[in-house]
């Protein structure tokens, strides 16, 4: 019988021998450049993330739901604070923010996610949120309903020239680990960027209008959904995802981000 050692591959792809000179290459290459923390410099023991134990640990956790048009601490179950009634209706979800993006840690994690095309935060920041909702006391009621975890997508061509949908892999590890139900119901019909466009809010709500579509509404009626996103700052984007579920049936929508300006 063939001994096929020579075919067997393994995480990476490579036989053997090639995966043999891959680690001793790799081995070198730490030697002579060993890998540092993306913020503090130190060594890194472990390379899961470009981000040592210590300054993660550092990040300033939050531990309530938050008014997304002023940030004010929330109770559960309650979306905005004193705005008004029409208000209301632009902002049809609660929100809550795992840190605050002024932390410099989160900064410079989002950062690298957005512009390096770092895939190994997605599970950091997933576990952020679950660290986040376990910490919430009481937790919103839409749990106890087998809630929907939805990332907010991008556009066609962004996610083709990124190569991946940050809050797409951050979404689908915080479903994994809370054991709930994973769904890409919406799609983004237009390529624009609210925040780099404008500063007033209510242009940045108006430029999102129509930004988004639900392509299997029968998915969406009636269900509760948790709406991820990795960060929030003038909430247009959530408002315009949340508004289009909301149109299309859903009961309760939660949006987590895991930080907000
Ligand atoms: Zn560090
Ligand atoms: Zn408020």
Do not use: W
């Amino acid at each position: 019988m063939k001994n096929g050692a020579e075919e067997t591959t393994n995480a990476y792809g490579l036989s053997h021998i090639s995966f043999f000179l891959f680690r001793i290459s790799r081995y070198a290459l730490d030697i002579l450049f060993p890998p540092l923390c993306a913020y503090c410099e130190a060594y890194l023991d472990n390379e899961t993330t470009p981000f040592c134990n210590a300054c993660l640990g550092m990040i300033v956790r939050q531990t309530s739901l938050i008014c997304p048009i002023c940030n004010a601490r929330m109770a559960a179950n309650k979306n905005i604070c004193t705005h008004g009634k029409s208000k209301r209706d632009q902002y049809p979800y609660l929100l809550g923010a795992a840190t605050h993006y002024t932390d410099p840690v989160v900064r410079a994690c989002i950062h690298r996610c957005k512009y390096e095309k770092v895939h190994s935060l997605a599970p950091v920041f997933a576990k952020l949120l679950v660290e986040y909702i376990n910490a919430l006391d009481p937790k919103p009621s839409i749990f106890a309903s087998s809630p929907i975890v939805v990332p907010i997508p991008l556009h066609m061509h962004k996610e083709r020239n990124r190569g991946f949908n940050q809050s797409a892999l951050i979404a689908r590890s915080f479903a994994r680990t809370m054991q709930l139900p994973y769904d890409e119901l919406l799609v983004k019909l237009i390529d624009n960027d609210p925040q780099a466009q404008t500063k007033k809010r209510i242009a940045r709500l108006e430029r999102m209008h129509g930004a988004f579509a639900v392509p299997r509404p029968a998915d969406v009626r009636n269900k509760t959904i948790i709406l991820i996103d990795d960060v929030s700052t003038s909430g247009a984007t959530l408002s315009e995802a949340a508004r289009t579920l909301k149109q299309a049936g859903a009961k309760k929508i939660l949006a987590l981000v895991v930080a907000k300006a």
